[in-house]
């Protein structure tokens, strides 16, 4: 099974700022099978970024994915209010796995 | 628009088995495959497994094997997931999400399922 590590745990960041998320796989990961998802206190995760690079359907362009093989990068170009929340990375290999996560606070 | 409705929180024994169901509307139900998604309080997310609404056929994840059954109701648009012997660590909420194979494009609300003597 293919594990994910997820750095840093926290990033301490205030609004408007960059935040840089990077995801670790233990092997190698198709480009195609790796996506970011951001979730809210209280809810359910919500699909940001597919096929590595890709935004889903009404995800603003701050939001931008990048990377390959084994390394992966999620960055929010300039931090609004509403982007505070707990970022995860997920893969397909031979099974489904996500990432730890990543919680973008305020600092 | 897509629309994944879950069933209500749950209090089960150990040993006890629960079921979770979802119901999606706004697409077309065998369009998309079902998976089945928990977080234990304060921790992250795990996938427990996949449905296909066309075939009924199932993949589960290797830990859930044996205590997992998931099913489907092309009549009702309904998605369901059985989980039995459950134990203390099963207490999680319990998400069901469509997508492709691979990812989750759309999730449900939740449900809390609390496994407590």
């Known amino acids: 099974e293919i594990v994910l590590t997820q750095s840093p745990g926290t990033l301490s960041l205030s609004p408007g700022e960059r935040a840089t998320l990077s995801c670790r796989a233990s092997?190698?990961?198709?480009?195609?099978?790796l996506a970011w998802y951001q979730q809210k206190s209280g809810q359910a995760p919500r699909l940001l970024i597919y096929?590595?690079?890709t935004r889903a359907t009404g995800i603003p362009d701050r939001f931008s994915g990048s990377g390959s093989g084994t390394d992966f990068t999620l960055t929010i170009t300039r931090l609004e209010p509403e982007d505070f929340a707990v970022y995860y990375c997920?893969?397909?290999?031979?099974?489904?796995?996500f990432g730890q996560g990543t919680k973008v606070e305020i600092k | 628009q897509v629309q994944l409705v879950q069933s209500g929180a749950e209090v089960k024994k150990p040993g006890a088995s629960v079921k979770v169901s979802c119901k999606a509307s706004?697409?077309?139900?065998?369009?998309?495959?079902i998976h089945w998604v928990r977080q234990a309080p304060g921790q992250g997310l795990e996938w427990v497994g996949i449905i296909n609404p066309s075939t009924g056929s199932t993949t589960y994840a290797q830990k859930f094997q044996g205590r997992v059954t998931m099913t489907r109701d092309t009549s009702t648009n309904t998605a369901n997931l059985d989980l039995s012997s459950l134990r203390s660590e099963d207490t999680a909420v319990y998400y069901c999400a469509i997508g492709p194979t691979w990812r989750f494009e759309y999730w449900g609300q939740g449900t809390l399922v609390t496994v407590s003597s």
């Open positions: 092997q190698s990961v198709s480009r195609s099978y």
């Open positions: 706004g697409y077309t139900f065998t369009s998309y495959y």
């Open positions: 997920q893969q397909y290999g031979t099974s489904r796995t």
């Open positions: 096929g590595a690079s």
